[in-house]
């Protein structure tokens, strides 16, 4: 099993990022999928999460409206669309698949948001 996160990289505040997180060895479907991000110095957070309370999306409130995380079954991958993104946004962000007695986490991917 493996989640595979992809997609980061160094970009000007106001910018956008879109995130991937192909999985393999499981089916995404089965799961709800998460993205972590933590900041240097800072604890780990929860961003995003699809199907993960009654099959719907739900966002840390600070960042409803700038982010929006989707999937494609078919692709077996779940993105993160990251719009309008600030320096506060910098991190590595992470994704996770959870059900019942199974959690599985990707290798992250940076984000640096700077001018």
């Known amino acids: 099993v493996q989640l595979q996160a992809s997609g980061g990289g160094l970009v000007q505040p106001g910018n956008s990022l879109r995130l991937s997180c192909e999985a393999s060895?499981?089916?995404?479907?089965?799961?709800?999928i998460a993205w972590f991000r933590q900041a240097p110095g800072k604890e780990r957070e929860a961003v995003a999460c699809?199907?993960?309370?009654?099959?719907?999306?739900d966002y840390a409130d600070s960042l409803k409206g700038r982010f929006t995380i989707s999937r494609d079954n078919a692709k077996n991958t779940v993105y993160l669309q990251m719009n309008s993104l600030k320096p506060e946004d910098t991190g590595v962000y992470y994704c996770?698949?959870?059900?019942?007695?199974?959690?599985?986490w990707g290798q992250g991917t940076q984000v640096t948001v700077s001018s």
């Open positions: 699809i199907k993960c309370r009654g099959g719907g999306e």
């Open positions: 060895g499981l089916n995404l479907d089965n799961y709800g």
């Open positions: 996770n698949a959870r059900t019942v007695g199974y959690e599985y």
